[in-house]
């Protein structure tokens, strides 16, 4: 079975690689100077037993793809880039090509249910970097990441099984799930703390502030009666498969919107995370202050393409909690 890699970057880079190594077929779909550095040099996976510069091919648009293969497609750009990769991807794509979302948020496998019927869902855990063109991270061995599937919205099929089983044998733990959309809600709760990072800087995503933001998600998804995986479940599940090591002498930043800000890309993904619990919270009425003057903040310090400096206590006054 082959793979479609539509965003090259961080955990698409990881996945690609690892999987292209297994030896499996694998097309990266990437862009601007990171996709120049990858036709002219190969994608460089740096981890903190080995590095390997991975000759793939790749391509700048899913029209160069060959799809008479029935490749699989692992969507792995950031949220707000969905759409108008699906609409590409529908131009060309045969319509019952599997998509399978590699992404954060809860708003991926909706979005490619418009487009394609066979859609599918994954439990992102994975540890991984791009801060420059043509290189990746992998930062966690010999276990790279927990990449559980399953068919979206519910239920486990052959193909889950069978993407499943490949991911295994390219160094994740992934186990096919019924459930899937509970584990996604669950990591949707973790990723708050994305913009917190951007906002504040690496290692920030603790703390009082953290926990209100946390708590805001739960009750819009409880509103919503949209079921989340406990806290207990998240920490059996992640048990000690994730080894963090160093690279270089260096030691894992920041997560990935406080890497697009590093990058300078003028957009990071809170919309999508943040932004996700506002808008259910104004569905279901439920106040959401916290998460509402994140993605505000956020925003602001987008365009700067530099974590801010704001003090938790600042923002909590800011919410008078």
């Known amino acids: 079975m082959g793979y479609v890699v539509y965003g090259a970057g ?8 690892r999987l292209f190594e297994a030896g499996f077929e694998v097309t990266l779909i990437a862009r601007g100077r990171h996709l120049d550095v990858l ?3 190969g994608l460089r996976v740096e981890s903190p037993d080995r590095t390997v510069v991975l000759e793939m091919p790749v391509v ?17 750009m950031k949220s707000q880039h969905t759409v108008t990769a699906l609409a590409d991807l529908a131009e060309v794509a045969p319509a019952g090509t599997p998509i399978v979302c590699l992404q954060n948020g809860i708003a991926n496998e909706t979005a490619a249910l418009r487009f394609f019927p066979n859609v599918h869902a994954v439990c992102v855990m994975c540890p991984a970097g ?12 010999p276990t790279t990441g927990l990449l559980d599937i399953g068919r979206f919205p519910r239920g486990s099929d052959e193909r889950s099984r069978s993407v499943s089983a490949d991911l295994a044998k390219a160094t994740f733990h992934s186990f096919a799930v019924p459930d899937i959309a509970r584990w996604k809600n669950r990591k949707l709760l973790l990723n708050l703390g994305n913009a917190v990072e951007a906002i504040r800087g690496p290692g920030h995503r603790r703390g009082r502030l953290m926990g209100v933001l946390i708590a805001e998600g739960e009750a819009a ?3 919503a009666e949209m ?4 806290q207990d479940e998240d920490r059996n599940r992640r048990a000690d498969h994730l080894q963090l090591g160093q ?26 995370l943040n932004g996700e619990i506002v808008r259910l919270g104004r569905l279901h009425d439920v106040p959401t ?17 530099r974590p801010g400096t704001m003090s938790a206590a600042s923002i909590l006054e800011q919410l008078e909690v």
């Open 60 to 76: 700048g648009h899913p029209r160069e793809i060959d799809w008479r293969n029935q490749p699989v497609v692992l969507m792995a």
């Open 227 to 230: 079921p989340v995986a406990s």
């Open 221 to 223: 998804l409880s509103a």
């Open 130 to 141: 791009h801060l420059e063109p043509g290189i990746v991270q992998a930062w966690s061995t």
């Open 10 to 17: 961080a955990i698409g880079g990881v996945v690609g690689g």
């Open 39 to 41: 036709r002219a040099s």
């Open 247 to 272: 690279i270089a002498g260096r030691t894992r930043q920041g997560g990935s919107s406080w890497q697009s800000l590093q990058r300078g890309t003028g957009n990071i993904e809170t919309d999508y």
């Open 289 to 305: 202050p916290a998460n509402q003057l994140i993605q505000t903040l956020a925003r602001k310090i987008t365009p700067s393409g």
